[in-house]
């Protein structure tokens, strides 16, 4: 046996080219058997069928068994094979057996038996649109063919993992999708302009079979002749211990043939920019999409990822299979966080591959435009938020598959104790866009409410025992006092958010609702509330305070009480002073159905909001304290842990706000306990420190009587 490679310089297309002699091996007619083995179909009992007709009975035939292995065809007029030929992309299986006498009749001759193997890159198959990319599937035909080299490199061999390794990758790769019918049609249209630059006449024939059983897809071709035609050459052989001298047919073939050929080959799949740049962007939407379902079951450090994936779990079905298509009523509720989950990932840890998923999505989509015979029947963004459906989907169903295994006591205390301000304030908007119910999403918004309450009490008691700091000179002892109950106020509402209002007594709802219009700021009091009474009330405590500013001389306590310089404190107080008036003049209007006099005024206020920081600026100082006392007082979360040589070793946590560690769901689900047990402690105290808040509050309002 003789090899010739050629096309090692050039990657995508590799040709190897082997011949036979008559006298090198047992029968020829056994490599059609070679090429086609268990492919061919009978549509009753084919595969019985098959193996007892096709049995290999020479070396020879063992080539068609071979090449006929990879492809079924299925004919309901004939049994049909893998084979290709010039004439034919399935041959018969009689046609077969005709081949097999040509076979048997060239050997007969002494003629020899050429076997070139046209090996093709992966991508190369991809970028000519032969071969449809499917990452995933890639990704694992890759993997399971280095488990086969590796299998094969063991010493000492085993034999049955070698089998088995190898089973595996083919079965891997047989679930490609190839349009072979390009690859018959290339060989088709080049092997007789090879053979005839050869000096090969009419006396040759020829077959070939696709194989996709390895990484590499490749095509086995075979050819020989019924004449002899090649130049007869002297060759010394052994047969029996004896050296003889006998005649064969040449075997080498010339080299520039088979770099034309190959070259042919190349350009006959070669396809037009176009087509090729639009297979280049398929392949980007694929790699995008792949990487971000790659990443979705990683390791990684998110408090909010790791509650919905808890809440889910705590929430599964007892029974039956989970899809994220299913409308099961059990499921709702889980799917609602797990709808969640998928939002917060890709707007968060899969970010990046997401947004590059979605451009390159709107980029391929494009192409496709001149399909639509009208523009308005084209809707680009419509068309690529059906694909990110599609894709989120996928990453749901994904985190099914990774979470089915595990469960949660339902019993276990509520780990949302766990979320910030900022995080509560998102869970609310993600489950606003779910099915889930109006009671789950309600008990969020209350925890919303209280955890912004906290951080305000916490606040405002900073602030006032900020003010027992500053002397108590005539100056300035006005604003002080006034700060003061201010203040007090500010506490007590807060208390008051903190508690449920089913817990609330009716002088204590009252009281909340009194509070709450006496501290709002103008900007947030309702038209149908500015009344004279209410104005005329709002605007004395406004002169009042405004008063007590113009005389403190101590501009260190204006900048603790209001943040800002006296100057700026004053401007504050003369713009909620003119949106009481404003809103005054619209609520007389509403009344005497004078609407229309109102725009000037709702434009001025426009205008008025618009220049407005206060606010904003006490928002965000209420939010950024809420970051960071909240944490400070939470529990202890839940343990992190760092995978290495495929075990969980637990970690000490540390401090979030000093180091950035990552955590697993997987194992925050399986150890999770200690933490809630940490959190039910937290539920506890807090309820004794709110009803402490409560009787404090009842005292407060007796001494006041």
């Given at each position: 046996m003789r090899n010739k490679k050629v096309g090692s310089d050039s990657p995508e297309i590799i040709v190897t080219f082997k011949f036979e002699t008559a006298t090198s091996v047992e029968k020829f007619a056994r490599y059609v058997d070679y090429s086609d083995r268990e492919a061919a179909v009978l549509i009753d009992y084919a595969e019985e069928a098959l193996n007892n007709h096709l049995e290999a009975s020479s070396d020879f035939e063992k080539m068609i068994s071979y090449m006929r292995r990879d492809t079924a065809?299925?004919?309901?007029?004939?049994?049909?094979?893998?084979?290709?030929?010039?004439?034919?992309?399935?041959?018969?299986?009689?046609?077969?057996?005709?081949?097999?006498?040509?076979?048997?009749?060239?050997?007969?001759?002494?003629?020899?038996?050429?076997?070139?193997?046209?090996?093709?890159?992966?991508?190369?198959?991809?970028?000519?649109g032969i071969l449809e990319y499917n990452?995933?599937?890639?990704?694992?035909?890759?993997?399971?063919?280095?488990?086969?080299?590796?299998?094969?490199?063991?010493?000492?061999?085993?034999?049955?993992?070698?089998y088995q390794a190898k089973k595996a990758l083919e079965l891997e790769a047989r679930k490609r999708i190839v349009h072979q019918d390009k690859l018959k049609a290339a060989m088709q249209e080049n092997m007789g302009k090879f053979l005839k630059a050869e000096g090969f006449d009419e006396n040759t024939f020829w077959w070939g079979s696709v194989h996709l059983n390895t990484k590499h897809i490749h095509v086995h071709l075979s050819f020989s002749e019924t004449k002899t035609s090649r130049k007869m050459l002297e060759v010394q052989k052994e047969i029996n211990g004896k050296t003889i001298t006998l005649?064969?047919?040449?075997?080498?073939?010339?080299?520039?043939?088979?770099?034309?050929?190959?070259?042919?080959?190349?350009?006959?799949?070669?396809i037009d920019e176009e087509k090729e740049f639009k297979i280049l962007k398929e392949v980007e939407v694929g790699k995008h999409r792949q990487a971000i379902l790659d990443q979705v079951t990683d390791i990684y450090d998110s408090t909010l990822l790791n509650f919905y994936l808890e809440e889910t779990v705590r929430r599964f079905p007892k029974e039956g299979k989970l899809n994220y298509s299913s409308n099961r009523k059990d499921f709702r509720e889980a799917k609602a966080y797990l709808t969640a989950f998928v939002e917060e990932y890709v707007r968060t840890i899969g970010k990046t591959e997401y947004e590059a998923f979605t451009r390159s999505t709107r980029d391929q989509l494009e192409d496709y435009r001149h399909v639509y015979s009208k523009k308005?029947?084209?809707?680009?963004?419509?068309?690529?938020?059906?694909?990110?459906k599609t894709l989120k989907t996928a990453l749901a169903n994904r985190m099914l598959k990774e979470l089915k295994n595990y469960s949660l006591n339902q019993s276990e205390a509520?780990?949302?104790?766990?979320?910030?301000?900022?995080?509560l304030e998102q869970v609310v908007e993600d489950l606003k866009q779910t099915k889930i119910s109006s009671k789950e999403l309600g008990r969020y918004k209350g925890l919303v409410e209280r955890s912004y309450a906290e951080a305000e009490e916490q606040y405002f008691r900073r602030k006032l025992r900020g003010l027992d700091h500053f002397e108590d000179m005539e100056s300035n002892v006005g604003l002080k006092n006034f700060s003061k109950r201010k203040f007090e106020h500010h506490i007590q509402l807060a208390q008051l958010k903190q508690m449920s209002s089913r817990d609330l007594s009716e002088f204590e709802k009252e009281k909340?609702?009194?509070?709450?219009?006496?501290?709002?700021?103008?900007?947030?009091?309702?038209i149908d509330q500015a009344s004279d009474q209410r104005i005329e009330k709002r605007l004395r405590k406004l002169v009042e305070e405004e008063q007590l500013i113009k005389k403190t001389r101590d501009k260190t306590l204006i900048q603790f009480i209001y943040d800002t310089g006296k100057k700026e404190a004053l401007a504050s107080i003369a713009k909620e002073k003119k949106i009481l008036q404003i809103k005054n003049k619209i609520y007389h209007n509403n009344l005497l159905k004078n609407k229309k006099d109102n725009i000037p005024l709702l434009k001025e206020l426009k205008m008025i909001y618009?220049?407005?920081?206060?606010?904003?600026?006490?928002?965000?100082?209420?939010?950024?304290?809420?970051?960071?006392?909240?944490?400070?007082?939470?529990?202890?979360?839940?343990?992190?842990?760092?995978r290495k040589n495929k075990k969980?070793?637990?970690?000490?946590?540390?401090?979030?706000?000093?180091?950035?560690?990552?955590?697993?769901?997987?194992?925050?689900?399986?150890?999770?306990?200690?933490?809630?047990?940490?959190?039910?402690?937290?539920?506890?105290?807090?309820?004794?420190?709110?009803?402490?808040?409560?009787?404090?509050?009842?005292?407060?309002e007796e001494k006041g009587r």
């Amino acid at each position: 046996m003789r090899n010739k490679k050629v096309g090692s310089d050039s990657p995508e297309i590799i040709v190897t080219f082997k011949f036979e002699t008559a006298t090198s091996v047992e029968k020829f007619a056994r490599y059609v058997d070679y090429s086609d083995r268990e492919a061919a179909v009978l549509i009753d009992y084919a595969e019985e069928a098959l193996n007892n007709h096709l049995e290999a009975s020479s070396d020879f035939e063992k080539m068609i068994s071979y090449m006929r292995r990879d492809t079924a065809v299925v004919n309901e007029d004939e049994r049909r094979t893998s084979l290709f030929t010039e004439t034919s992309n399935n041959i018969s299986v009689n046609e077969m057996e005709e081949l097999k006498e040509k076979l048997n009749e060239a050997q007969l001759l002494g003629n020899n038996l050429w076997n070139p193997v046209v090996s093709f890159d992966i991508a190369y198959l991809i970028r000519v649109g032969i071969l449809e990319y499917n990452p995933e599937l890639e990704a694992n035909i890759d993997r399971l063919d280095k488990v086969f080299k590796a299998a094969e490199k063991e010493k000492p061999k085993n034999p049955k993992k070698i089998y088995q390794a190898k089973k595996a990758l083919e079965l891997e790769a047989r679930k490609r999708i190839v349009h072979q019918d390009k690859l018959k049609a290339a060989m088709q249209e080049n092997m007789g302009k090879f053979l005839k630059a050869e000096g090969f006449d009419e006396n040759t024939f020829w077959w070939g079979s696709v194989h996709l059983n390895t990484k590499h897809i490749h095509v086995h071709l075979s050819f020989s002749e019924t004449k002899t035609s090649r130049k007869m050459l002297e060759v010394q052989k052994e047969i029996n211990g004896k050296t003889i001298t006998l005649k064969e047919p040449r075997g080498k073939l010339k080299e520039k043939n088979i770099v034309r050929f190959k070259s042919n080959i190349f350009h006959f799949l070669e396809i037009d920019e176009e087509k090729e740049f639009k297979i280049l962007k398929e392949v980007e939407v694929g790699k995008h999409r792949q990487a971000i379902l790659d990443q979705v079951t990683d390791i990684y450090d998110s408090t909010l990822l790791n509650f919905y994936l808890e809440e889910t779990v705590r929430r599964f079905p007892k029974e039956g299979k989970l899809n994220y298509s299913s409308n099961r009523k059990d499921f709702r509720e889980a799917k609602a966080y797990l709808t969640a989950f998928v939002e917060e990932y890709v707007r968060t840890i899969g970010k990046t591959e997401y947004e590059a998923f979605t451009r390159s999505t709107r980029d391929q989509l494009e192409d496709y435009r001149h399909v639509y015979s009208k523009k308005e029947q084209f809707d680009l963004e419509k068309l690529v938020e059906k694909r990110q459906k599609t894709l989120k989907t996928a990453l749901a169903n994904r985190m099914l598959k990774e979470l089915k295994n595990y469960s949660l006591n339902q019993s276990e205390a509520i780990t949302s104790d766990f979320l910030n301000s900022k995080e509560l304030e998102q869970v609310v908007e993600d489950l606003k866009q779910t099915k889930i119910s109006s009671k789950e999403l309600g008990r969020y918004k209350g925890l919303v409410e209280r955890s912004y309450a906290e951080a305000e009490e916490q606040y405002f008691r900073r602030k006032l025992r900020g003010l027992d700091h500053f002397e108590d000179m005539e100056s300035n002892v006005g604003l002080k006092n006034f700060s003061k109950r201010k203040f007090e106020h500010h506490i007590q509402l807060a208390q008051l958010k903190q508690m449920s209002s089913r817990d609330l007594s009716e002088f204590e709802k009252e009281k909340k609702k009194r509070l709450k219009s006496e501290l709002e700021t103008a900007r947030h009091l309702s038209i149908d509330q500015a009344s004279d009474q209410r104005i005329e009330k709002r605007l004395r405590k406004l002169v009042e305070e405004e008063q007590l500013i113009k005389k403190t001389r101590d501009k260190t306590l204006i900048q603790f009480i209001y943040d800002t310089g006296k100057k700026e404190a004053l401007a504050s107080i003369a713009k909620e002073k003119k949106i009481l008036q404003i809103k005054n003049k619209i609520y007389h209007n509403n009344l005497l159905k004078n609407k229309k006099d109102n725009i000037p005024l709702l434009k001025e206020l426009k205008m008025i909001y618009g220049e407005e920081e206060s606010v904003k600026l006490f928002k965000k100082k209420i939010k950024q304290f809420s970051k960071q006392q909240i944490k400070l007082k939470r529990p202890q979360r839940h343990q992190r842990f760092y995978r290495k040589n495929k075990k969980y070793i637990k970690k000490r946590l540390l401090p979030r706000s000093r180091f950035k560690t990552k955590r697993s769901f997987k194992k925050a689900l399986q150890n999770g306990h200690e933490a809630f047990q940490s959190m039910t402690s937290l539920s506890n105290h807090e309820l004794k420190r709110a009803q402490q808040k409560k009787r404090q509050s009842d005292e407060e309002e007796e001494k006041g009587r």
